[in-house]
């Protein structure tokens, strides 16, 4: 039997607040545990919570974005449940009234392909406390710090098809929110992390089958591995003729492998109620008129103007606006460098995307600027250099020896254009390789690599490659 899964993702984006959704306490990361956590996030009697107009804010913002339904009147529920680091009982969300409706996000697929995946909803709610195992041998401490930290839940429709679109969807996401400055986007410190709904059903089959919930996967490695073991071990017990019981699963990467957290509670278990302490949010439309003016350029408008205005490649595109500091940077090397976008392009892509990725730094950690690196090309592009040295001068850059013109000047790297120059040197490798002349002319193409090779090693690499293409062609065939 051919089987198809169905994945839908719950996405927490932490909301890029100061202070809590309800309280004026600090959302810092990386505090002392239990210093961050004030009667408010805890929930002592007799306090009342006071919402964040920032998280509204934000919120909107989000929702204009992926062009979705925002809610005139959404009203903060009391969802009801226990954990230790929940020690109110209930978290604050919302549920029948969000702020954020339908909506949609668009995915690339592996053959180019454009997937619209529908958005359900983007709730808010606060997060939870955080338990920890590792420095409390056979007992559980709790930090309370994130108690009460701002979340954006983002629930998509259940339209994912494989681990791969998941993926793609989620980095998509991850993508915007950066973009909108609303989330730093940091997986490594829980920022943004997902709930990964899975289920599988025969292909051709319109009901759904019994899901299970993957629980908080924060990189994108593992929700791709998380997914696709669910998926196998799915099949295998349906195949084994068991059946799928709905339940909240943990992905343990050390062993690659989904294993049983408890049951699944539906909507009923939780008992939502309407906040008795938080009045409903009403949104006007002059309000979101205002922050639709605030709105950057988005991914897809820029990735669009990209490939339609300056002529990139859709996949340098689709690089180059993968985070909004790299499209920022790339732009100011091209407005630097007075060269094609598309030469600017692979410098960015290749060399220093290559050379941040070798050195685990950030765009923002780089330690060539996009100005140096306008300058770096510019050289390129008025034949001051070769591609061959600008390498030379980037590593230079790179190591901190200043820009280039300084550094082509320190170290007398500009290209040799002396046709006489270079015809002279030509001549003398000719000269010394007679066989080997003989077979080019006798229509052994790959012989030319040879000539280039031998005219760039005795110049040093200063010989201008183009010319020294045209001026062997004359001399080899006149």
Known sequence: MQWEAVIGLEIH??????????????TAY????????????????????????????????????????????????????????????????????????????????KDGTIKH????????????????????????????????????????????????????????????VRYLEICDGNMQE???????????????????????????????????????????????????GGTIVQETRLYDSDKDETRSMRSKEEANDYRYFPCPDLLPVVIEQSYLDEIAKTLPELPDVKKARFIDEIGLKADAAEVLVSSRELADYFETVVKASA???????????????????????????????????????????????SGKIAKQVFAAMWAGEGDADAIIEAKDLKQNTDSGAIEAVIDEIIANHPQQAEELRGGKDKMMGFFVGQVMKATQGKANPAQVNQLLKKKIFA
């Open 117 to 176: 995946i529908g958005v359900t909803r983007a709730h808010l709610e606060e997060d939870a406390g955080k338990s920890l195992h590792e420095d409390f041998h056979g007992m559980t401490g709790i930090d309370l710090n994130r108690a009460g930290t701002p979340l954006l839940e983002i629930v998509s429709e259940p339209e994912l098809s494989s681990a791969y679109e998941a993926v793609a969807y989620m980095k998509k996401l991850h993508t915007l």
């Open 339 to 385: 060269a094609q976008a598309k030469i600017c392009a692979n410098w960015v892509i290749v060399e220093l995307v290559g050379a941040l990725n070798k050195n685990g730094l950030e765009i923002t950690s780089s330690p060539v600027t996009a100005e140096q690196l306008g300058g770096l090309v510019k050289r390129i592009a008025d034949n001051t250099i």
């Open 30 to 109: 990386g505090a002392e545990p239990n210093t961050q956590a004030c009667a408010v996030d805890l929930g002592f009697p007799g306090v009342l919570p006071v919402l964040n107009e920032e998280v509204v804010r934000m919120a909107a913002k989000f929702g204009l974005a992926i062009k979705a339904e925002i809610a005139p009147r959404s009203v903060f529920a009391r969802k009801n449940y226990f954990y230790p680091d929940l020690p109110k009982g209930y978290q604050t969300s919302q549920f029948d009234l969000p702020t954020v409706g339908k909506g949609k996000l668009d995915i690339t697929l």
């Open 13 to 26: 984006a932490q909301l890029a607040t100061k202070s809590k959704i309800f309280s004026g306490a600090s």
């Open 190 to 240: 829980g920022s943004f992390r997902c709930d990964a709904n899975v289920s599988v059903r025969p292909v051709g089959q319109e009901a759904l089958g019994t899901r299970a919930e993957v629980k908080n996967l924060n990189s994108f490695r593992f929700i791709e591995r998380a997914i696709n073991h669910e998926i196998e071990r799915q099949i295998e017990i349906i195949e084994g």
